[in-house]
């Protein structure tokens, strides 16, 4: 058996400091019970303040990944959002794949969603489809955004019901999970996919359940519960999936072909 070579004292120091400055937040260490629920691509007119509401009766905090087309048009649930304790992040202008625009317009879609959700937006960056590579991670660490991955998640943009999303949440919640769930569709494959109602109602039932063993709070209060955890991920995304998406409004966006199909993965 071959051994692989120690990297030593400092080549351990130099791939610790590479994890921690390039890396994804995809958790917590903490024994506080403690769980991040977040929620990308909204705000929805509809769904999102169901959402809210389901929240406040479970007093449950969380954290919107927002895509800034959406909240431009929906400033009040934004500012609603924010005013009921949860946290607000950035999610893209318009929800593009990041590794496959150019520097500029990635940059350009962080400032565009920021000032769409200004005053209240907080610098935390989802990557669309959790999709990253160096180049667009060292434009969102220019940018000072912390860049936030997740644990694990609901596979609610399918047609799961309610019980099978359940099922999922509950066997994978653990003290400092980050979990991306959505509270609208940005893209999908099938309109049949964007309804939020089983998602919603997957959550209350989680929320009820859970309520008294677990505190559901926001990416920055989970922060503050233990040591952040960082998981370096730099993947190719599947060019001919992203190309077979609807966009919820407007034209589709259409990737050049050449690109390799790779799952991608930001989570543990």
Not at 86 to 106: K, M, Q, T, Y
Not at 137 to 166: C, K, Q, Y
């Amino acid at each position: 058996m071959i051994s692989r070579p120690s990297l030593g004292i400092r080549g351990r120091a130099a791939a610790y400091v590479m994890r921690a400055a390039l890396g994804a937040v995809t958790r917590v260490v903490t024994t506080e019970r403690v769980v991040a629920l977040t929620f990308d691509d909204g705000p929805h007119a509809e769904f999102t303040p169901r959402l809210l509401s389901i929240l406040h009766r479970h007093g449950a905090r969380a954290t919107f990944f927002m895509v800034g087309t959406a909240a431009a048009r929906h400033p009040e649930l934004v500012r609603l959002v924010a005013a009921q304790g949860h946290a607000v992040g950035n999610h893209s202008w318009d929800h593009p794949s990041f590794p496959l625009i150019a520097s500029g317009e990635r940059r350009a879609q962080l400032r565009a969603c920021a000032a769409a959700l200004a005053p209240y937006g907080r610098r935390l960056f989802r990557p669309p489809y959790g999709h990253l590579d160096l180049a667009s991670r060292l434009d969102t660490f220019r940018a000072r955004h912390e860049v936030i991955g997740w644990s694990f998640g609901g596979e609610d943009w399918l047609d799961h019901d309610p019980d099978w999303m359940v099922d999922r949440l509950v066997e994978r919640i653990q003290p400092g999970t980050i979990v991306v769930l959505h509270d609208a569709l940005y893209h999908v494959l099938d309109e049949k996919y964007a309804d939020r109602s089983p998602l919603l109602a997957a959550v209350d039932t989680v929320l009820g359940r859970f309520g008294k063993t677990f505190r559901f709070v926001s990416l920055p209060e989970l922060f503050q519960a233990g040591r952040v955890h960082r998981r370096r991920s730099f993947s190719q995304p599947d060019v001919d999936f992203l190309n077979a998406l609807q966009p919820s409004v407007g034209a589709p966006r259409r990737y050049p072909s050449g690109v390799l199909p790779m799952r991608v993965s930001g989570t543990e």
